[in-house]
């Protein structure tokens, strides 16, 4: 797959990823006008967005990494030990920085 079709397909997943990301961050800084039973029904929902908007953050920081790595033309090569990493690696995880043996 080529770099330039990688970078999109990141890039696209950092936008969707965005939006979620604004919507779970909107809805957490919206005031609640509930009474108090539904206010706690509420926060213990918040707790859940709070958890997905820091994995969200973790996988937008990977996201831009990986972008990074493309636009320095290291996409492909494991950061530890510079072999390339295994075309079947990437498709499955298309962040990641390591190849199998060094992420083992």
């Known amino acids: 797959m080529s770099h330039e079709t990688v970078r ?9 990823l965005s939006l979620r990301m ?3 961050g909107q809805h957490l800084r919206s005031p609640g006008d509930a009474d108090w039973k539904e206010q706690a029904q509420a926060r213990e929902n918040d707790e859940v967005l709070e958890a997905l908007d820091d994995s969200g953050r973790g ?6 990494a990986a972008i990074g ?4 033309g290291t996409y492909g090569e494991c950061a530890s030990c ?5 075309a079947r690696r990437l ?4 962040t990641t920085s390591l190849c199998i043996e060094c992420a083992s």
């Open 8 to 16: 999109a397909q990141l890039e696209e997943r950092r936008r969707v």
């Open 22 to 24: 604004g919507k779970i």
């Open 59 to 64: 996988e937008l920081d990977a996201l831009n």
């Open 69 to 72: 790595r493309v636009d320095a």
């Open 82 to 86: 510079g072999h390339p990493i295994a």
């Open 91 to 94: 498709e499955a995880l298309p």
